[in-house]
């Protein structure tokens, strides 16, 4: 395991390590966190966009992907995916879809970037095991930060990496321990005053990231459980037509699709004139797509927060929808 700068490292680290040629690419879930697809702009990493539904990312298209590149001479080396509660589209991969999609990573012969970071969110009894706990084959590579569990912005991730990579001069080592030399190039260090903040949280909660995290993952799912109950409400009292939403089981994002176009100069109106903030999920899609939809954030908000911005957000649905 390596301890990053966020996961937002961890991501670039994975990229540099593992892709090496131009003809290596790099399967993402669309719509997509754009951390991952920033990390691999800039690291000039080609992106194949496997769509992604309520269930996960569609594995037959990530078949058909993997078959394309073959056919073309290149090949899906890394599929980047968050099977919990993905950002932004707040979807989760069901027990058997994970095994279906370590079974295609064997079968089709690459690695998986797990994307770990709001599983902890799942409801006590609905958790479901990550993507790492059922790899029998070293096929994933995982990721997860301390952003949303002790502060945002902690900017502490980290990187389980037991992958056996070949080195330069024909040893082999770890992935892990590529990640690290890799990282003494870039930002040396993790900062020791973050980490030493992390540390103390974690020993006030016994040493453990668990006991932690059902702390906050309660907080988490009462936001959500707020702002849903909230939408809901006003429906009740009448919303313009076509305005509908998903209902996420956890994590902390609710996509909002309205009968009109959703973009940046809506977002600007909505600050200024309704004050009240979200994102166009235009930014989230890789090809077309998401331009009448929005998302909706719950993460560190009081629940009279989350009440303001529901109220704001049905006067922005009201001011700005004509019937
Ligand atoms: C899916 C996902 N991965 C990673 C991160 C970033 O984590 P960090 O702040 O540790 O870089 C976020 C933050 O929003 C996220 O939503």
Redesign the pocket.
């Known amino acids: 395991m390596v301890v990053t700068v966020?996961?937002?490292e961890a991501m670039l680290l994975v990229l540099r390590a593992l892709i090496r040629s131009t003809d290596d690419l790099l399967a993402v879930a669309d719509p997509c966190?754009v951390?991952i697809t920033g990390a691999a702009r800039l690291l000039d990493v080609e992106t194949v966009p496997v769509p992604e539904g309520h269930d996960g990312l569609r594995l037959q298209q990530l078949r058909a992907a993997c078959r394309a590149a073959r056919h073309a001479g290149r090949r899906i080396r890394l599929c980047y995916v968050?099977p919990d509660f993905s950002?932004p589209g707040g979807n989760r991969m069901p027990r058997h879809q994970r095994e279906r999609l370590l079974e295609l990573a064997e079968a089709e012969d690459f690695l998986i970037l797990e994307?770990n970071?709001y599983g902890f969110t799942a409801a006590p009894g609905d958790e479901l095991p990550p993507l790492k706990a059922l790899d029998r084959n070293r096929r994933v590579i995982h990721l997860g930060?301390f952003?949303k569990v002790c502060f945002p912005g902690a900017?502490i991730?980290y990187v389980v990496a037991d992958q056996t990579v070949r080195t330069a001069d024909g040893g082999s080592t770890l992935l892990a321990g590529q990640l690290a030399r890799l990282k003494s190039m870039v930002t040396v260090n993790t900062p020791p005053l973050s980490q030493a903040v992390i540390g103390g949280m974690l020993l006030e909660h016994g040493g453990s990231l668990a006991n932690r995290c059902r702390a906050l993952s309660a907080t988490y799912r009462r936001n959500l459980a707020l702002l849903l109950d909230g939408l809901d409400r006003l429906a009740k009292a009448g919303l313009p037509p076509g305005v509908e939403w998903s209902r996420p089981a956890g994590g902390l994002f609710v996509r909002m699709r309205l009968s009109i176009p959703v973009d940046d100069a809506l977002l600007a109106r909505s600050a200024d004139s309704y004050g009240v903030l979200w994102t166009p999920m235009a930014h989230f899609h890789l090809g077309p797509g998401g331009n009448d939809m929005l998302r909706l954030s719950c993460s560190y908000l009081t629940p009279e927060q989350i009440r303001t911005g529901v109220l704001r957000l049905g006067e922005f649905l009201h001011g700005e929808i004509r019937r």
């Open positions: 966020g996961a937002q966190y951390g968050a950002n994307d970071v930060t952003a900017r991730g």
